[in-house]
């Protein structure tokens, strides 16, 4: 059962724990409060698959203060007011809620560090622009996943591309605009960190193209193969009329 009654004061604790890499690994928020003979109420929450954690170790970085709300509800635009859902914490969006919700001693700490437990540090910004140490594969994004807050993919060859601010995954290639069948949105295929390096055995495609639209040797062409979009290299052309005129000849050498 909850031990919080909201009706007396109690606090708000709320972090945002970091990986090696700096990046959020999720949000935690905990309600705590005293009640008699020194016993206490703790009713901790972690939320760890939201979506937008990259953009928010961003936000942190540059100094965006987060605030916590404890009522259930799916408008948290307003402190101040009830919101759509009517869930809010006063009767009416009017500048008196003050004498029904208060909000004090905001305090800002280092999170304490547990026995056993690495110390965990909010990530800082940078003094100096430089290049970002690449995170080992295994901390990447297995494909078919968001991989907005990781930028790299698990998997060897593969490239993390944004499709949209809520969604991002790792592909070897990406046409911008491009949408099969069935999708609604399209792509902008903005990448988000390097490529994994491939070290997969190439296989070799047979492609009949237009000599006059032939790309040369050594460039790169993206496929599109029904879903799919590959990152192909074009390692020799031949002029298929040529080949075609040499068998015939030999035929009729024969």
Request: charged letters at 25%.
């Amino acid at each position: 059962a909850n031990c919080v009654d909201t009706q007396r004061p109690f606090e708000v604790a709320a972090s945002f724990p970091v990986g090696a890499d700096g990046m959020l690994m999720s949000m935690e928020v905990t309600l705590s409060q005293k009640h008699g003979n020194n016993a206490s109420c703790h009713l901790p929450m972690r939320v760890a698959d939201y979506s937008g954690l990259a953009d928010l170790t961003e936000a942190l970085a540059k100094g965006m203060t987060p605030v916590v709300s404890y009522w259930s509800a799916k408008d948290m635009g307003w402190m101040d007011g009830k919101g759509l859902d009517q869930n809010g914490p006063c009767e009416g969006d009017e500048g008196k809620c003050q004498d029904t919700a208060k909000f004090y001693n905001f305090a800002v700490e280092a999170i304490r560090q547990a026995s056993g437990e690495p110390r965990r540090q909010p990530p800082a910004v940078p003094s100096a622009p430089g290049a970002p140490s690449a995170p080992a594969r295994s901390e990447c994004t297995e494909t078919g996943q968001d991989c907005r807050k990781t930028h790299c993919c698990r998997s060897p060859g593969m490239q993390c591309y944004e499709k949209n601010p809520w969604w991002s995954a790792c592909k070897e290639a990406c046409i911008p605009g491009y949408s099969h069948l069935g999708e609604d949105t399209t792509w902008s295929c903005r990448p988000l960190g390097e490529r994994t390096p491939d070290d997969r055995k190439q296989d070799v495609i047979v492609l009949n193209v237009a000599q006059q639209e032939m790309p040369p040797n050594g460039s790169e062409v993206t496929l599109v193969m029904g879903d799919q979009q590959l990152l192909a290299k074009v390692v020799q052309q031949k002029k298929l009329q040529d080949e075609e005129e040499e068998q015939q000849s030999r035929g009729a050498g024969s």
